[in-house]
């Protein structure tokens, strides 16, 4: 009310030059006009009786059009403005209007739009009124939209119809309007498109396009965006006449797409009527709703599209979207072909595929990555967006133009799995947006046996994505143009503003949850309806021959047409032996396996580096490469111990690190670090970003100062979420085996958050889809942070190593690089010996020719005369630094040897084996720290007890079973320390014993 006060005191007079120059340039601002706001009020100003808070917007759209011609608008607006530019104060400047018939003799033609009432002020909240009810439309119009095709359900869960959406003439009441106003024309305000060239429209025609627009078979939600421009863009796209016309050819190709959407369900079920193949019945528009999407993104110029779904039409897209060969698809319901592949394999809608092929529609090379992905429904979201940045990171595309993802998701698990928000939150953070995605959800309106009432709190299953400001297109998908042209609208948002955008497609599941599910247990009235709801192909068929854009005999053509191509490709399936899980890759890596035709040798070569190298490497991480750069005076000590340690040809955790990834920036690899706090380091020892101290957000990263051709180094602390950033990192290391993708935990037991991505895609992923991924995950091992099931190492599916000093730790990283395959790595990185003086590693153990050591042997004492040695330990990671030291304390350096285990998996048979042999008359006991049920004893055991052929007992020096990882009181802690340690060293603790 202030505001609208101010307005009207502050207007002054303009010149007739004034007016000329300004005009033009008002009206081509896309961003609402408005008056400078004062925030300062000396006194009460006395209000014109009809100015209010709501009525800001009219008043402008009423001032300018009186700045262009002052006999545009009523008279009493133009006294009232003459009055307010004279300077008259407010409360004064309205003065009522002449006679009503002076009014009509003086008024131009354009004047007759409003009526010409007497009473100002109902003509201004008549105007009011008709705007707040056009922005009723597009706030809540969704809400009364007919989105479901079976009739029976409110998508939004909710039957009541908003009191402001005008569904009969007695809800004109809530606008202070009555029917007899519906034939007055009003002016319509510039935040609506309805009138496409006409600026004033009759109320019952107002309504009747908002209808149209808002309340048919699409429901936009768009209103929460706090763009304003992104606001007019959606309202040209939906409210503006004639919008939804296509041309015929775009009627035909629909309708063939729709053919074949629906007919290879058809006959699957057919063929293989007992299989589980989750099929799209129901929403077999989802096929052209697709395709649609990768036309206008192929036309705006995307080149490569990653996409991730769920089981359900995942044949379907693969057939005819991705394109793979009917004959592989048949092929995978063959129980009887034989794997040509090593590995388990993986049921045929969990498959994923690449394929570069010609989009026939742009007539443009468009490559189509569907990501293989589990049962774990959104889990591959994040690995999907990963892979989409890794893309666009490689071929330079920094906008998003030419790479980019869509996700397809159901609607119980898009409201209910708490990884579609966590992605959703990656998507606009400076390192891992991939600069919009769409996605578009199957709502079947149920999961499984679920009612959509019991399965979210939300009215839609998509308002998950409110909180990024993507704006929601929910459609009828028994309506095929609508959803095509949604589509449209969806992949051209994506290409303007780079942003999210959500295709609710409401549907419905013809059968149960799989083909062999009865549905009528939970849902009965539900399917009653769905037996009796017609095909969406026939009913668009019958609409299209009924309007005379095809013929029945083209339609029935069409038809047969599929089915030829569909029993052709079956009947080649037969003549497959061999299943090939390798044709089913969703990212190959074309050259890395082979070299001249050949395939590469398996052996690794030296990961040491020269003397030259590893110096220079370390100026660069003991000084700022920029100049005018103040760094924290802390930080400048940690610099300059970087700095002597280098004199004296040693290195800490943090240098071993510095060395690893800068020696590989120099050879071309990309090194990428994310997770939580990694820039600096959780425990204040990385420091690979500097900040000026005295220039706000000013940083420098010296890792990207090493070498002119150096490949880049992304270090980025991620969201405070690791499912969802663990899941991202692994889809940015599918993309490329030459980069080395890294993700820290905070602490190593904050990884079992993201454990679906562990257990259901890193553990598993070559044996299920022969795809190799080389990601590392770095897991500081505090004592009460440690936790790693080592049921997921049995296959050699992944090099897990415990390191136990820095030149470890720096080889490990650069043999992960340079050993001709990949396995994912862990590394259980230490939180003591961060800055332990005892680890630390010489130059010498880094030099040329030196490489990962996956055993460390005695090298004490205790190896001049090995008969003496009464106990041989092994060990792994920094329990080792506590056993050296309870050893010299003891005296038993000549008696007791310790070994450390720096690589668990795959284990090193052959060197346990050759210490075992050293000492044929010592006691074998595997040491740890942690509780016994916890700890790797009992992956350890049963591989040493092999090594030796059973020949020697494995005895246990470590803490009693426990459910806590750790205690929380310190004295009970070293307590059980000190008993670990005197049952390691009591020579006579195993007597008796069996």
């Known amino acids: 009310m202030h505001r609208l006060r101010t307005c009207a005191a502050r207007l002054r007079p303009l010149t007739a030059s004034q007016t000329a120059q300004s005009l033009p340039w008002q009206r081509q601002q896309a961003t609402p006009r408005t008056f400078r706001p004062v925030r300062c009020y000396t006194a009460p100003v006395a209000a014109e009786p009809f100015l209010n808070g ?82 009723a439309y597009q706030i809540r119009g969704h809400h009364v939209a007919q989105l479901d095709p079976l009739g029976i359900m409110d998508a939004d869960l909710d039957s009541c119809v908003p009191a402001d959406i005008i569904t009969s003439s007695d809800k004109l009441g809530f606008y202070g309007l009555e029917e007899s106003d519906l034939d007055k024309v009003f002016r319509l305000p510039t935040t609506t498109f309805i009138g496409g060239n006409e600026s004033a429209l009759p109320l019952r025609e107002i309504i009747r396009r908002l209808e149209m627009a808002y309340c048919q078979h699409i429901g936009v939600e768009f209103m929460f965006i706090n763009d304003l421009d992104q606001c007019q863009w959606i309202r040209q796209k939906f409210e503006k ?55 206008k993104s192929s036309e705006k110029g995307v080149e490569y599209v990653i996409m991730g779904m769920p089981h359900r039409g995942r044949l379907n897209v693969l057939a005819n979207v991705i394109r793979k060969e009917l004959e592989q698809i048949f092929c995978q319901f063959d129980s009887k072909l034989e794997a040509a592949d090593e590995g388990s394999g993986d049921v045929k809608y969990h498959l994923g595929m690449y394929h570069r092929r010609i989009n026939r529609v742009t007539d443009r090379n468009i490559t189509l990555s569907l990501v293989a992905n589990p049962s774990h429904l959104e889990a591959a979201d994040p690995v999907v967006q990963g892979k989409t940045k890794a893309e666009q990171f490689y071929c330079g595309d920094t906008e998003g133009n030419r790479v980019m993802s869509i996700l397809l998701h159901g609607d119980a698990a898009f409201a209910g799995q708490g990884i579609v928000y966590e992605t959703f939150h990656l998507s606009d953070l400076p390192s891992h947006t991939t600069h919009g995605t769409v996605h578009v959800v199957v709502n079947n309106q149920i999961g499984f046996t679920t009612d959509p009432r019991m399965a979210r709190s939300s009215p839609y299953p998509t308002d998950v994505a409110r909180v990024v400001n993507a704006p929601i297109f929910h459609v009828n998908a028994d309506d095929p143009e609508a959803v095509m042209y949604v589509c449209n609208v969806a992949a051209e948002w994506r290409a303007t503003f780079h942003k999210d955008v959500v295709v609710d497609l409401v549907c419905y599941r013809r059968n149960g949850h799989n083909e062999m599910d009865e549905p009528m247990f939970t849902q009965p009235l539900m399917y009653k309806q769905i037996k009796k709801q017609k095909g969406v192909l026939q009913k668009y068929a019958e609409k299209l021959i009924a309007d005379g854009a095809v013929s029945r005999q083209e339609y029935e053509e069409e038809i047969a047409k599929y089915d030829k191509i569909c029993e052709e490709a079956y009947t080649r399936s037969k003549d497959e032996k061999i299943l090939h899980i390798k044709h089913w890759l969703d990212s190959p890596w074309p050259g890395f396996f082979t070299l001249d035709g050949q395939p590469k040798s398996m052996s690794c070569p030296s990961t040491g580096l020269s003397e030259e190298e590893l110096c220079h490497i370390g100026q660069v991480a003991s000084s700022v490469p920029v100049e005018d750069f103040t760094i924290h005076g802390g930080l400048t000590r940690i610099l300059k111990s970087r700095g002597e340690m280098i004199k004296n040809r040693m290195v800490d955790w943090a240098l071993g690190e510095y060395m690893a990834f800068g020696s590989l920036l120099k050879e071309g690899i990309h090194v990428r670090l994310s997770g939580q706090d990694v820039e600096r380091g959780t425990f204040s020892h990385r420091h690979h970003v500097l900040h000026d101290q005295n220039v706000d957000k000013r940083t420098c990263i010296p890792m990207n100062h090493l070498s002119p051709n150096q490949a880049p180094y992304t270090v980025c602390n991620s969201s405070l979420s690791e499912y969802g950033v663990l899941g991202f990192e692994l889809g940015f290391a599918m993309a490329s085996p030459n980069a080395l993708v890294l993700w820290e935990a905070q602490f190593g037991d904050f990884h079992n958050t993201a454990q679906c991505i562990i257990d259901q895609f890193i553990s598993p992923g070559q044996a299920k889809w022969v795809r190799q991924n080389g990601i590392v995950l770095l897991l500081p091992h505090g004592f009460s942070h440690k936790d790693f099931a080592v049921r997921q190492l049995y296959d050699c599916n992944w090099i897990v190593v415990n390191c136990s000093n820095p030149a470890s730790y720096f080889h490990v990283m650069r043999r992960q690089i340079l050993q001709p395959f990949r396995k994912p790595l862990i590394i259980f990185t230490p939180k003591s010996l961060l800055r332990h003086p005892e680890a630390k590693s010489s130059f010498d153990d880094m030099l040329t020719g ?16 090995p008969s003496n040695v009464k106990r041989l330990i092994f060990c792994t990671g920094k329990v080792y630094y506590e056993l050296t030291r309870e050893r010299k304390a003891r005296d038993l350096e000549d008696t007791v040897a310790i070994a450390r285990i720096e690589q668990l998996s795959p284990f090193p048979f052959d060197l346990v084996k050759a210490e075992t042999e050293k000492y044929p008359d010592a006691d ?33 020096a470590g803490r009693d079973p426990a459910a806590a990882p750790a205690t929380g009181n310190k004295k009970a802690h070293l307590l059980e320390l000190a008993r670990l340690l005197d049952t390691a060293f009591s020579l006579d603790a195993f007597k008796g014993q069996v």
């Open 241 to 295: 006449p004639g919008v939804m016309q296509f041309t015929l050819e775009e009627k035909r190709t629909l309708l063939a797409r729709m053919v074949r959407s629906t007919r290879f369900e058809e006959f699957l079920q057919r063929k293989w009527s007992s299989e589980k193949r989750f099929g799209l019945e129901g929403c077999e528009s989802l096929i052209p709703a697709l395709k649609t999407i990768i036309d």
């Open 850 to 865: 030196t490489h990962f050591s996956r055993l460390i042997p005695e090298e004490g004492p205790a190896t001049q005369k």
């Open 54 to 135: 709501t009525s800001s917007n009219y008043v402008e759209e009423m001032y300018y059009a009186w700045l262009e011609n002052p006999k545009s608008v009523h008279k009493s607006w133009d006294i009232f403005f003459r009055n307010a530019n004279a300077g008259a104060p407010p409360g004064t400047a309205y003065q009522s209007p002449p006679p009503l018939g002076v009014i009509l003799s003086g008024l131009p033609q354009v004047q007759t739009l409003v009526g010409a009432q007497p009473n100002v002020e109902k003509l201004v909240e008549d105007h009011l009124a008709v705007q707040s009810l056009i922005r």
């Open 924 to 956: 074998l006991v595997w040491c740890q720290e942690e509780h016994k049920n916890q700890g790797y004893y009992d992956y350890v055991k049963p591989r040493m007890r092999t090594t030796i052929n059973r020949t020697r007992p494995v005895w246990y």
